[in-house]
């Protein structure tokens, strides 16, 4: 060990304290069990002590594949770079962040994640960081060019918005549950209670006691375009998405344009105006044309399995102009369909006098939607509570 | 106490199962440490035979508790015979005992049906419990579960706290379809499963087909290492090597190159949704096949 003087108890405990640095939820109990393991080893067993180690720290599979260089950071002092870009990555949740956040982040959160390229000496050409920052700039000015969300809706609007999103999330809480729990008006019998209960009446079953099923939170999935196209409208929508998430449903929030970006932590932080900059930022860190597609796979392959159950419902808000083939949306959205309950597709252009859905990539889609609306304006939202109420 | 995964590591491949170093010292630490151990990984990188495997290298039972959403406590503790009961309530009314007495006798152990958990825990050897696809469950169940696997004693109100007669070694596993608590998480030892590498694949096909030929057998891993970078909806796991290197067997194929025809009919033992079918059409098959010729 390279730190004369320092007892193992003290190497380890400093260990435990790299690993929470980097996001790891281990405390005292942990580094007991470490240090009862390690005693209990042959100590110049490297390979095992890392095996053993790696078992008991790590909690997922992120930690997992992160532990060896860190590991081998802390102890050997190699691969100080790759440890140290871990490091910056912060908190475990930041960890999770879609890499494509970092050309669209404000400045000092990239600062942040920058830092290990930034460091005099590393060899850089590893990844793409001169480009991305690149990017930023050009983005940031893009931003400041064209008016920023916050300016396009006034207070009133986004208050409305909110208060409707408040009344919709309240219409969708509930979904039937397979587990039972007893109940005065169940809708089957309850053998084991009744049993018991009617044990004084000589086991006759005299008194019924019933079980039924609960009702249980759904889940809401919320896919939103921000393309072009669909500019003068998101404004309202992303204020309706911060209303959904604010409140205590379990809702996971995207936009999509060419790329796709997860959203619910921004939408969560607390001050409205912050948020919406950094929205407006990421929005503006898209390159031209929407791809409804290319989106829906990217959610597909990444997101979907951990955020769609049996009691998602997804809310696709778009106007259906693809540049992506057709047949290719029909494809993503089949995926989609089979991890979700359900889909309701709003449509801003619906609201228009003579709209047909014949764009292409709307007919394609068609087949998949269980519920189309529009949704051009406030009204037409609010006219959705009861649709949604009956899905 | 020193883990020696070593050894644990021979027995695993004395029953069949080919355990790289990771996942030898996670079971080595399980079985030293009593922690229970949560594997996590795709479908079909053999997260559940982990268990089987070590049940049989410790020579002791499996009990299983598959996870399904809505699952709850009564299905994996105990329940009452209660078909028995009624019936028991009947003739003893006859014979003129007292509500008491009857009470006490449709009450007792003969009458109660262990659910896994409970018998899991009232085994005289620790017995192997694999609790499989707990992400399936509902996050009551898993509160529940914690609660059963740090006290492991379970409290039937008519018969009183039963405590366990031996602490099971506890696998869970998990494909990962909805996000485990921290709490969960802590309690657990932990590793990732990933695919096996072409080596790895190679040996258990080895080990679970003894008698298939070496040419084969390479050439079935490489096609099917080749397939798992396709872009397909499920990948191939290593049952599906195994299956398909069964039938291609019973097909009379030596090797992938010869018949076409037969190659493309056995590719449902690999291929498990219409959609990956459809992507592995006859020319795909015969790039890969060309590969690893």
Redesign the interface.
């Known amino acids: 060990m390279s730190t004369p003087g320092a007892g193992p108890a003290a190497r380890l405990s400093g260990f435990m304290a790299h690993l929470r640095r980097n996001g790891f ?1 281990v405390g005292p109990g942990e580094t007991e ?1 470490a240090l009862a ?1 390690l005693a ?3 100590p110049t067993d490297v ?2 002590a890392r ?2 180690l ?3 720290l ?4 992120g ?3 992160r532990f060896d260089a860190l590991f081998d950071a802390y102890w050997f002092g190699s691969g100080v770079r790759a440890a140290l870009r871990a490091e910056a990555q912060g908190p475990r949740q930041e960890a999770r962040r879609p890499e494509i956040w970092n050309k669209a982040l404000p400045a000092e959160e990239r600062a942040e994640a920058a830092e290990p390229a930034a460091l005099p000496g590393a060899p850089s050409g590893e990844d793409a960081l001169p480009a991305g920052t690149g990017r930023l700039v050009a983005s940031r000015q893009e931003a400041l060019a064209r008016a920023d969300l916050r300016n396009l809706v006034s207070p009133e609007d986004i208050a409305a918005a909110e208060r409707l999103a408040e009344r919709l999330a309240r219409v969708l809480r509930y979904r039937l ?4 729990l007893p109940a005065r008006r169940g809708d089957t019998v309850d ?2 209670r009744t ?1 018991r209960r009617n ?2 009446k ?2 006759e079953p005299v008194e019924l006691l019933r079980k039924h099923r609960p009702e249980r939170p759904v889940n809401l999935v919320l896919l939103l375009d921000v393309s072009g196209s669909m500019r003068l409208y998101s404004r309202y929508f992303v204020s309706f998405l911060r209303g959904l998430l604010g409140g205590w449903l379990h809702a996971d929030a995207f936009v999509f344009h060419t790329g796709l970006v997860h959203i619910s932590d921004v939408l969560r932080e607390r001050d409205r105006l912050r948020a919406m900059d950094r929205l407006s930022l990421m929005v503006e860190g898209f390159g031209g044309g929407t791809r409804i597609a290319g989106a829906l796979k990217a959610f597909n392959d990444r997101y979907a ?2 955020s769609l ?2 009691r998602s419902i997804v809310i696709m808000m778009s106007d259906g102009y693809d540049t992506d083939p057709p047949e290719l949306l029909a ?1 993503e959205l089949a ?1 989609l369909k089979r991890r979700a309950r359900r889909l309701v597709w709003l449509n801003p252009l619906l609201g228009w006098r003579g709209y047909a859905p014949v764009a292409r990539a709307m007919a394609a889609a068609m087949p998949y939607i269980d519920c189309f609306a529009a949704a051009h304006s406030l009204e037409s939202l609010a006219a959705l509570e009861g649709e949604l109420a009956r899905l | ?3 020696d ?1 070593k050894a644990l590591q021979d027995g695993l491949r004395r029953t069949g199962y080919i355990a790289d ?2 996942l030898a ?2 079971l080595a ?1 399980a079985v030293g ?1 009593k922690r229970p ?1 949560l594997l ?1 990984g795709e479908a079909g990188v053999g997260k559940t035979a982990v268990a089987k495997a070590l049940a049989a290298a410790l020579a002791t039972r499996l009990i299983r508790l598959q996870c399904y ?2 699952l ?1 406590a ?1 299905a994996t503790l105990y ?2 015979n ?1 078909q028995r ?2 019936l028991a ?2 003739t003893h ?1 006859r014979e003129q005992r007292s ?1 008491d007495e ?2 006490r006798h ?1 009450f007792s152990a003969d009458y109660l049906l262990r659910r896994p958990l409970l018998e899991a825990i009232s085994q005289p050897v620790p017995p192997v419990l694999l609790i499989d696809e707990i992400d399936r469950a ?1 996050e ?1 169940f898993e509160a529940f579960l914690l609660e059963i696997l740090s006290d492991f004693q379970v409290t039937i109100p008519e018969l009183g706290t039963l405590q366990a007669q031996s602490i099971p070694y506890v696998v869970l596993t998990s494909n ?4 485990l608590s ?1 709490a969960l ?2 309690r657990c ?4 499963l990933d695919f096996p590498d072409e080596a790895k694949e190679l040996a258990i096909l080895r080990a679970r087909l003894p008698g298939i030929e070496q040419h084969l057998a390479e050439q079935i891993v490489r096609f099917v290492q080749l397939l798992r970078r396709e872009e397909l ?1 499920k990948k191939p796991g290593i049952a599906e090597t195994l299956d398909w290197a069964s039938a291609l067997i019973g097909l009379d194929v030596r090797a992938l190159d010869g018949d076409a025809a037969a190659l493309q009919a056995s590719l449902v033992c690999l291929l498990k949704t219409e ?1 990956d079918l459809k992507a592995v059409p006859r020319e795909v098959a015969a790039r890969l096949v060309g590969k690893v010729a």
């Open positions: 939820a069990a393991f209990a080893g042959d390979a095992a095996l053993g790696k078992t008991m790590t909690g997922d599979r930690q997992w594949q549950s397979r587990r039972r053998l084991r049993i044990l004084g000589g086991g399995r951990a159950n049996s494809a995926r | 106490m020193t883990f995964y170093d990771d010292m996670a630490l440490l151990l996590e959403e809505g709850d009564n329940e009452w209660y009961q009624l309530i009947r009314e509500a009857i009470e449709i509902d009551e990962g379809t909805r996000e921290d998480r802590r030892l932990y590793s990732y909806e959609a």
